[in-house]
């Protein structure tokens, strides 16, 4: 699988924004998907993931309320709606892909990486 995230800019606080992952090779439409997000100096974190059906998705809590996650199976697309964006957001976002139907928070749990995007938040 090869996914590739795509939607990232500058954008100013109180903003929004939307990513895409789509996946080529094969199709991502019954894996657990998820986005995280790495910013300079810091560890890799959890955003938000779906399952492979999207009826459940989970939040890391720094973005509940402001971040969506969402899929379009037949389009083997999956989305992230960003609002109300922050300076602590900016981060290169990167989608990944687990071979499970469904996916946790940890990173451990995702066995397909993309390239990121680069989101950057001005104040």
């Known amino acids: 699988v090869q996914l590739q995230a795509s939607g990232g800019g500058s954008v100013q606080a109180g903003g929004s924004l939307g990513l895409s992952c789509s996946a080529s090779r094969r199709s991502i439409s019954n894996n657990g998907v998820a986005w995280f997000r790495q910013a300079p100096g810091k560890e890799r974190e959890f955003v938000a993931g779906?399952?492979?059906?999207?009826?459940?998705?989970n939040y890391a809590d720094s973005v509940k309320g402001r971040f969506t996650i969402s899929r379009d199976r037949t389009k083997n697309v999956v989305y992230l709606q960003m609002s109300s964006l922050r300076p602590e957001d900016t981060a290169v976002y990167l989608c990944?892909?687990?071979?499970?139907?469904?996916?946790?928070?940890?990173?451990?749990?995702?066995?397909?990486w993309g390239q990121g995007t680069l989101v950057t938040v001005s104040s």
């Open positions: 990944v892909a687990s071979r499970s139907a469904f996916g946790g928070s940890s990173r451990w749990q995702y066995n397909y």
């Open positions: 779906i399952n492979w059906n999207g009826d459940t998705a």
